[in-house]
Nanobody, 124 residues
Framework: QVQLVESGGGLVQAGGSLRLSCAAAGRTFSSAAVAWFRQAPGKEREFVAA????????RYADSVKVRFTISRDNLKKTAYLQMFSLKPEDTAVYSCAASLAGVPSFAPEEYDYWGQGTQVTVSS
């Protein structure tokens, strides 16, 4: 079992920065791939970024690959999403997910555990 809790969301002006955290409980976290997804009102959930269990393989959505960075600290059992140059279209609920397969994927069906999400709002 892996329990995930997101934090770090909030209100920020366009061009600002936020760092989201995904704290995990469970001994299997270090061998799990971790991903961030987001969902805006009236839109489908979309892939943001993913990282392998070792941190050696990363994937990003084209819309964020220059501005966002995903990372993890297995000793702290925490994954992060550092977001720079935020835009109003980044406004969404951001959720953390873990895959026991250990391989990063853009597909939400590949992930076994999900957090409840944290709200990010970017104002103009």
């Amino acid at each position: 079992q892996v329990q995930l809790v997101e934090s770090g969301g909030g209100l920020v002006q366009a061009g600002g920065s936020l760092r989201l955290s995904c704290a995990a409980a469970g001994r299997t976290f270090s061998s799990a791939a971790v991903a961030w997804f987001r969902q805006a009102p009236g839109k489908e959930r979309e892939f943001v970024a993913a990282i392998s269990w070792s941190g050696g393989s990363l994937r990003y959505a084209d819309s964020v690959k220059v501005r966002f960075t995903i990372s993890r600290d297995n000793l702290k059992k925490t994954a992060y999403l550092q977001m720079f140059s935020l835009k109003p279209e980044d406004t969404a609920v951001y959720s953390c997910a873990a895959s026991l397969a250990g391989v990063p994927s853009f597909a939400p069906e590949e992930y076994d555990y999900w957090g409840q999400g944290t709200q990010v709002t970017v104002s103009s």
